[in-house]
């Protein structure tokens, strides 16, 4: 079988490994892909945007399974495009992708079947948005309604910030249709954490629970990132934590989908905020996480091709879904500067001797392999994950490998996991 990948982030490195695992699959594309994905398949020139040209190249070379990384090709409605032409493709339709690609439709779902989320207001006038935020007080979190490379939300603690996230989004149309609209919420405190579910739109099934670290520097400091590192499963969502996700949010998602007459078909992704025993719904997205999959797949037994054409054939129910008794922890390597303004072409050293120590395995996402190195291409750089049996032993374990590797400016945090160490499994 040839798969293709589409995306270019540790997440499509981490399902390029996963795939290069299946005996079923005898070749795989990554387009782009990056260094890492080019060392166990194809990287091929086509910009994840580009859907007329990756529908070609699907055809061209038979392509007989495609997975999406990223959301915007999937909220510009791929999936529809490759279907149409007979392709087999992993991933939700666009009426479905919605759900991230509209924060007011995503808001106005949750409200519609009563999924529990931050109480919250819409607004297309700039100004009716600033006297709303003059009425209600800070804290409140502001947000533009479509996709703005996960630089679209400002959680504000004061009523100056959170004017200045409204100027930026509508007056200086910084995402720029994305911030048409805005949504204005209530701040939810608490605990975050992700859970991704497969679903083929009949059955839903979650993945384990992880917990990504958003802010730039330790203690949670610092600008919001794509991720600075991840771990799972995460202690805070407990056995009884999974029961109630399952009941309170994943059904209700379900079939609030199904009465929009929406079949979701590929991974639907949750955030959530926890908070002494109550969950709320932060964010949809409608697809793999960044860097959550990196701690996840590694942690799933099944082949990833038959979880995919199970859901494709609506026979989710027929399959089990089993996970390994164990925990990984992925720490990201970030260019200086990450994630305001940063340098590239720097030189890698060390991604084969960290991949030494222990069975640890870097997940490459910003990088080139020019003349024989590794150069950064990007922010978020690479990702040091390891796996076992505790958190304190990998924790030591992923920073170990980190010190074997440099680049010049490179910045990482150096508390990713802690919070599973204060955990309560
Ligand atoms: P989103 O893309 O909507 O998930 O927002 C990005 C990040 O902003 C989340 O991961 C949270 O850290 C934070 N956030 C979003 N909504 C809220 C909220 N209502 N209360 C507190 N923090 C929030
Ligand atoms: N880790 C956040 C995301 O994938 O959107």
């Given at each position: 079988?040839?798969?293709?990948?589409?995306?270019?982030g540790?997440?499509?490195?981490?399902?390029v490994?996963k795939?290069s695992?299946?005996?079923k699959?005898?070749?795989?594309?990554?387009?782009?892909g990056?260094?890492?994905?080019g060392?166990i398949a194809?990287?091929?020139?086509?910009?994840s945007?580009?859907?007329?040209?990756l529908?070609?190249f699907?055809?061209?070379n038979?392509?007989?399974?495609?997975?999406?990384?990223p959301?915007?090709?999937l909220v510009?409605g791929i999936?529809d495009?490759?279907?149409?032409?007979?392709?087999?493709?992993f991933?939700?339709?666009?009426?479905a992708?919605?759900l991230?690609?509209s924060k007011?439709y995503a808001k106005?779902f949750?409200?519609?079947y009563?999924?529990?989320?931050?109480?919250?207001e819409?607004f297309?006038?700039?100004?009716?948005?600033?006297d709303?935020?003059k009425?209600?007080?800070a804290?409140?979190?502001v947000k533009?309604?479509g996709?703005?490379a996960g630089?679209g939300v400002?959680?504000?603690?004061?009523e100056a910030?959170?004017?200045?996230?409204v100027?930026?989004?509508?007056?200086d149309?910084?995402?720029?249709r994305?911030?048409?609209r805005?949504?204005?919420?209530?701040?939810?405190e608490g605990?975050?954490?992700?859970v991704?579910?497969?679903?083929?739109?009949?059955t839903?099934v979650?993945?384990?629970?992880s917990q990504?670290?958003?802010?730039?520097?330790?203690?949670d400091q610092?600008?919001?990132?794509g991720g600075m590192?991840a771990?799972?499963?995460a202690?805070?969502v407990?056995s009884e934590m999974?029961?109630?996700?399952?009941?309170?949010?994943?059904?209700p998602t379900l079939?609030?989908l199904?009465k929009?007459?929406?079949?979701y078909?590929?991974?639907l992704y949750t955030?959530l905020m926890?908070?002494?025993?109550?969950?709320?719904v932060?964010?949809?997205?409608?697809r793999?996480?960044d860097?959550?999959?990196?701690v996840v797949?590694p942690?799933?037994?099944?082949d990833?091709?038959?979880?995919a054409?199970?859901?494709?054939?609506g026979?989710?129910?027929?399959?089990?879904?089993?996970?390994?008794n164990?925990?990984?922890?992925?720490v990201?390597?970030?260019s200086?500067?990450y994630?305001?303004s940063?340098?590239?072409?720097?030189?890698?050293?060390?991604?084969e001797?960290?991949e030494d120590?222990y069975?640890?395995k870097?997940?490459q996402?910003?990088t080139k392999?020019?003349d024989g190195?590794?150069l950064?291409?990007?922010g978020?750089?690479?990702?040091v994950?390891?796996?076992?049996?505790?958190?304190?032993?990998?924790?030591e374990?992923?920073?170990?490998?980190?010190e074997?590797i440099h680049?010049?400016?490179a910045?990482y945090?150096?508390?990713?996991?802690?919070?599973?160490l204060k955990?309560?499994e």
């Open positions: 079988m040839k798969v293709m990948v589409i995306g270019s540790g997440r499509e490195h981490a399902l490994w795939l695992q299946s005996e699959v005898s070749q795989i594309y990554a387009v782009p990056n260094a890492g994905t060392k194809t990287n091929v020139n086509i910009s945007d580009d859907l007329a040209g529908l070609v699907a055809q061209e038979d392509i007989d399974l495609t997975f999406v990384g959301e915007a090709p510009a999936v495009t490759f279907q149409e032409a007979g392709l087999r493709i991933g939700p339709v666009k009426g992708a919605r991230e690609g007011v106005g949750m409200k519609k009563g999924i529990p989320t931050a109480r919250y819409v297309s006038e700039p100004g009716q948005a600033i709303y935020i009425k209600t007080g804290p409140l979190v533009a309604e996709l703005a630089k400002t959680v504000a603690r004061t910030e959170a004017i200045k996230a100027e930026k989004i509508m007056v149309a910084r995402f720029g994305a911030g048409d805005i949504v204005i919420e209530e701040c939810l605990e975050e954490a992700t991704l579910a497969f679903t083929d739109g009949k839903i979650p993945m384990l629970p990504d670290h958003k802010p730039a520097y330790d203690d610092g600008p919001n990132t590192g771990y799972g499963p202690p805070v407990d999974r029961e109630q996700i399952y009941r309170e949010i994943l059904i079939e609030g199904k929009e007459g929406i079949v078909k590929g991974v955030g926890i908070e002494a025993g109550k969950i709320s932060l964010e949809y997205n409608v793999f996480g860097p959550e999959t990196q797949l942690l799933l037994k099944n990833l091709v038959d979880v054409t199970a859901i494709i054939e026979r989710l129910d027929q399959l089990e879904i089993n996970w390994e164990k925990k990984s922890i992925i990201i390597m970030a200086g500067g994630p305001v940063y340098e590239k072409g720097k030189v890698i050293t060390g991604i001797e960290a120590l069975n640890l870097v997940f996402a910003g392999f020019v190195k590794y950064t291409a990007g978020r750089v690479l990702g994950m390891a796996t076992g049996d505790e958190f304190k032993e990998i924790i374990r992923a920073y170990d490998g980190v074997k680049f010049s400016d910045h945090r150096d508390d990713i996991g802690f919070k599973a955990g309560v």
